[in-house]
């Protein structure tokens, strides 16, 4: 069983900064597909970015790209999403999840597909204000 923690979520400013964490424990393995996914309320869940073996693959939603960094600390079992230049349409609760990838659904494969990843974090607040 995978169990993912997220952490460093808040308010700030339109143009302001933000990084979230996501710690995972368990049985974890540095291949395993992992990603970043929000919800907005009354909105749909958007995959944000996700991030293959320490960076190797790295993908973006266009709405995020050039602003948002995955990176990956594998030491630590950590991955990072660093929010830059946030908008008040950034605001949303963000997930962290995780999959293992296999010969039929690789990692590529699941992309940014919610459905697609079996193991969620609960979530961290994230609150951007104009």
């Known amino acids: 069983q995978v169990h993912l923690v997220e952490s460093g979520g808040g308010s700030v400013q339109a143009g302001g900064s933000l990084r979230v964490s996501c710690v995972a424990s368990?049985?974890?393995?540095?291949?395993?597909?992992m990603a970043w996914f929000r919800q907005a309320p009354g909105k749909k869940r958007e995959g944000v970015a996700r991030?293959?073996?320490?960076?190797?693959?790295?993908d973006y939603a266009d709405s995020v790209r050039g602003r948002f960094t995955i990176s990956q600390d594998l030491a630590k079992n950590t991955v990072y999403l660093q929010m830059n230049s946030l908008k008040p349409e950034d605001t949303a609760i963000y997930y962290c999840?995780?999959?293992?990838?296999?010969?039929?659904?690789?990692?590529?494969?699941?992309?940014?597909?919610?459905?697609?990843?079996?193991?969620w974090g609960q979530g961290t607040q994230v609150t951007v204000s104009s």
């Open positions: 368990g049985y974890t393995h540095s291949t395993y597909c």
């Open positions: 991030i293959v073996f320490g960076g190797i693959t790295t």
């Open positions: 999840a995780a999959a293992r990838p296999t010969y039929a659904s690789s990692c590529t494969t699941r992309g940014l597909v919610g459905e697609s990843y079996t193991y």
